[in-house]
């Protein structure tokens, strides 16, 4: 059974800092990962998706990486602002049937002014 | 193009209670699903559909069924409602092998 791990689980740091988010995950077998923001109370929007074939995808300040063999992912913020504040999610897609999506718990990020 | 849409956004029920949740989905995406968030819990999968007349069970299927008669809906009945159903429910789709897309959830409270 896939199971997706999220580390930290809340971060807060000073606007500017160039910060890491960590996912990691127990099967390798992936068809892709994505990354979702989620802000208080609303729904999720999808940041980056990253193909089981690629090393990494980059957006704007966000860059997420992928190493499938290690079973982990890193979501790259550069030049942290408030506005990034927002909780952080990671999800696998599996290979097998629906290729349904585990989701990690989230990491919890506070941007201060 | 709507994305994926929710209805309704807030519910109240009593235990006991039935009610349907609907999503929609104009993407033509063959996947569809429906999970709950809860505090401390993620987004766990309830049940989820391949394609147009299938469902099948995802992690926490109890309590609910679910219904595709046609591809754009999917929808999630909770026949007698119970506290522990309280939750934010979310409606994604995607087609084969790309990103899903979420709908905005659904609040339901079980008094």
């Known amino acids: 059974k896939q199971e997706v791990t999220q580390i930290p689980a809340a971060l807060s740091v000073p606007e500017g800092e160039n910060l890491v988010l960590n996912c990691s995950f127990t099967?390798?077998?992936?068809?892709?990962l994505q990354w979702f923001r989620q802000d208080p109370g609303k729904g999720l929007t999808s940041l980056l998706l990253?193909?089981?074939?690629?090393r990494e995808q980059t957006s704007g300040r966000l860059n997420a990486s992928l190493d499938k063999s290690s079973g982990r992912s890193t979501l790259y913020i550069a030049a942290s602002q408030p506005g990034d504040s927002a909780t952080y999610l990671c999800?696998?897609?599996?290979?097998?049937?629906?290729?349904?999506?585990?989701f990690g718990q989230g990491t919890r990020l506070t941007i201060n002014p | 193009n709507a994305g994926v849409t929710q209805t309704p956004k807030f519910r109240v029920l009593k235990t006991g209670q039935s009610m349907t949740l609907l999503c929609a989905q104009d993407?033509?995406?063959?996947?569809m699903y429906w999970y709950r968030q809860d505090p401390g819990m993620g987004l766990r999968l309830i049940h989820y559909?391949?394609?147009?007349?299938?469902?099948a069970k995802g992690e926490v299927p109890d309590g609910y069924n679910v219904s595709r008669l046609k591809k754009q809906n999917f929808l999630l009945g909770l026949e007698s409602a119970a506290p522990s159903q309280t939750s934010v429910y979310f409606c994604?789709?995607?087609?084969?092998?790309?990103?899903?897309?979420f709908g905005p959830g659904t609040r339901l409270t079980v008094t």
């Open positions: 099967d390798s077998a992936i068809y892709n």
């Open positions: 990253i193909q089981s074939s690629q």
């Open positions: 559909s391949v394609g147009e007349g299938t469902t």
């Open positions: 993407m033509n995406h063959e996947y």
């Open positions: 999800a696998v897609r599996g290979t097998q049937g629906a290729q349904k999506l585990v």
């Open positions: 994604a789709s995607s087609p084969l092998g790309l990103a899903g897309v």
